[in-house]
């Protein structure tokens, strides 16, 4: 900007140029990069180092989106102040996981020149990159699931194939982001329980996860939002945690901008763009796309959002309880009893929503 008034200054070190306005205060760009980084250090507490314990080993799911090469950049830059501190060691190592974007949204063309790029960043951590429908090797129930929610599984020579098929199977933009998003997590999971890690750590915003709860809520998956929202263990038995979750996405843009070693990693938001031209919106597009340009005219509201599903309890269950083949919320047999076809399977209600979008449209051909 041309001109610029000389006081303005960083209120922080009150020694350099700020260049944004950060939760009413202007920032430089170090005290920005400090800021956000303390805040993702305050939410990897419980993944500090300790005298006797072994180091704790935690799966990064990568999307090359803004918010988790961050959250890489951030857990990376946490590490190594670890290892300089006082016990000499960090309390824990990272297993990056990248789901080719490419296999998930057919907009991305090849990510090879990223994931290259990721790794002569970060060195220090392991790397995996796998398709999306490596779920069927990793995940051993997943075949009997998607048979159970109506999917007709004959024919297929590859499980690209398989999986392309199904996904072709559900005739609603809602019941497609639904499941994408669950046979993502499914995958993720499944990969982590495989590799032996400690936990998984999820790059979302304080936005996405504001998103996330005002669109399961609307999906009649409000009982998991817990899981996919909190910190804590997950349905599936292993832990789960959000670092940035006291961060807005605004603020993940403005970080990115200030690490050029970033700019070669990050591949843009499909998702997001469709969604500001697309009139047949998802629920879950629909709320990311309400959450952006609401929550930057409101981001103490969106934060409201997210700080009161931290204070739900989640649904306490045992292992005995029926559970979701797909979701794994906990189900109430009860609640199927209008259903006679479902009555043995015990999905919960928000997948019988997205199943009979699959058998409604095999029934019209
Ligand atoms: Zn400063
Ligand atoms: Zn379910």
Excluded at 212 to 221: D, E, I, M
Aim: with cysteine.
């Amino acid at each position: 900007m041309p001109g610029k008034e000389i006081s303005d200054i960083c209120i922080y070190c009150k020694d350099s140029e700020a260049i944004a306005s950060i939760r009413g205060r202007r920032l430089c760009r170090n005290c920005f990069i400090d800021y956000a980084n303390s805040k993702a250090s305050r939410g990897m507490t419980s993944y500090r180092p300790h005298k006797n314990t072994a180091t704790y080993k935690l799966l990064l799911p990568l999307s090359l989106g803004i918010s988790s090469s961050s959250l890489l950049h951030m857990l990376d830059r946490l590490q190594q102040r670890q290892v300089s501190a006082s016990l000499g060691r960090a309390g824990y190592d990272v297993h990056v996981l990248i789901v080719d974007p490419s296999t998930i949204h057919p907009g991305h063309t090849d990510v090879q020149s990223n994931v290259d790029a990721v790794k002569a960043s970060f060195p220090r951590h392991t790397f995996t990159t796998v398709p999306l429908h490596s779920i069927f090797q990793y995940d051993a129930t997943i075949k009997d699931t998607l048979c159970d929610f109506g999917f007709v599984d004959e024919g297929f020579d590859s499980d690209k194939a398989r999986l392309d098929a199904f996904r072709a199977s559900l005739s609603t933009a809602t019941a497609r982001d639904d499941i994408d998003n669950l046979l993502l997590v499914r995958l993720i999971v499944a990969f982590a329980k495989t590799n032996s890690c400690d936990g998984i750590v999820w790059g979302d915003s304080d936005s996405r996860l504001a998103a996330k709860t005002l669109a399961n809520v609307a999906k009649g998956r409000g009982a998991s939002t817990t899981w996919q929202v909190c910190d804590g263990v997950s349905p599936w038995g292993i832990d789960f945690c959000f670092p940035l979750r006291e961060l807005y996405k605004f603020e993940l843009e403005l970080y990115v901008q200030q690490l050029p070693e970033l700019a070669s990693i990050t591949v843009p938001d499909l998702q997001s763009q469709e969604n500001s031209s697309n009139r047949n919106l998802s629920i879950d597009g629909l709320m990311n796309q309400y959450v952006k340009t609401q929550g930057e005219k409101y981001p103490g509201v969106m934060a409201n959002v997210v700080r009161i599903v931290n204070k739900l309890q989640p649904i306490s269950s045992n292992k005995q309880d029926a559970r979701c083949p797909l979701c794994s919320t906990p189900v109430e047999r009860t609640a199927l009893s209008g259903d006679n076809e479902a009555s043995t399977i015990s999905m919960c209600y928000a997948c019988l929503r997205s199943r009979a979008d699959i058998l409604q449209d095999s029934s019209s051909n």
